[in-house]
């Protein structure tokens, strides 16, 4: 069965730039999450989809979204770069979105904003 | 709020030694879940073990154990005779009982353990 698969794996934008990054969770999993890595603030949660609805968002701006497709695919955007947006952004699924499932994550997509 | 503290941010052992990785966690709820995870140099997050509140068995698996205290607040990690392949960050993490659909993991700041030969 295969991964979490999140692409690209590198991603080298400027500020002011918009950014789509992609994430095909495990087949027969429901439910995506998304997380910030980053050194200073750690692993932090962005925003969890099930079945196509965004379920609960973290702290964020508005400038980060996301969305899900019926095939449970995930996609998450972020607008108008800032330096400190520079992270490694990391896609999870589960099942169907329990508090008591574990989370598989992907390798990550690492953005860096110059 | 929920929150999960690793106080030790970096560890290093000689191969063979055994090592903790301590977790204490702080949550309202009666009822959550204790993860953790280890990220390996590829960025990918592993699933190690997952408890729930009304569970203070400890357990061990191989070479690793996990020490669930609720009085204390604790859900320390430890690796017995520990290996060169164990080096890689370890995260603690948090889930309670959702509110409303929908929930998250709320990670602890990580333990990065370095093991020399």
């Known amino acids: 069965k295969a991964g979490v698969t999140q692409t690209p794996r590198y991603l080298i934008k400027t500020r002011g730039q918009q950014v789509t990054l992609s994430c095909s969770p495990i087949s027969g999993h429901r439910s995506v999450s998304w997380y910030q890595q980053t050194p200073g603030q750690g692993l932090q949660f962005l925003f969890e989809?099930?079945?196509?609805?965004?379920?609960n968002k973290g702290n964020f701006p508005g400038r980060f979204s996301g969305r899900q497709f019926s095939n449970s695919r995930s996609e998450m955007n972020v607008s108008t770069l800032e330096l400190g947006d520079s992270a490694l952004y990391l896609c999870?699924?589960?099942?169907?979105?329990?508090?008591?499932?574990?989370?598989?994550f992907g390798s990550g997509t690492q953005l860096s904003v110059l | 709020a929920q929150k999960v503290t690793q106080a030790q941010t970096e560890i290093s052992v000689v191969e063979k030694e055994d090592v903790t990785l301590d977790c204490v966690y702080e949550?309202?709820?009666?009822?959550?879940?204790l993860f953790w995870y280890k990220q390996p140099p590829s960025g990918e997050l592993v699933f190690l073990i997952r408890?729930?509140?009304?569970?203070?068995q400890n357990e061990i698996s191989g070479r690793y154990s996990w020490n669930f205290q609720k009085s204390t607040s604790s859900f320390n990690f430890t690796i017995t005779a520990s290996q060169v392949v164990d080096s890689a960050v370890y995260f603690c993490a948090l889930s309670e009982a959702p509110r409303n659909a929908g929930n998250m993991l709320t990670f602890g700041g990580g333990t990065r353990l370095m093991v020399k030969p």
């Open positions: 408890r729930n509140s009304f569970d203070e």
């Open positions: 949550t309202r709820d009666t009822t959550y879940y």
């Open positions: 999870a699924s589960r099942i169907a979105g329990g508090e008591n499932e574990k989370l598989f």
């Open positions: 989809y099930f079945s196509e609805t965004q379920r």
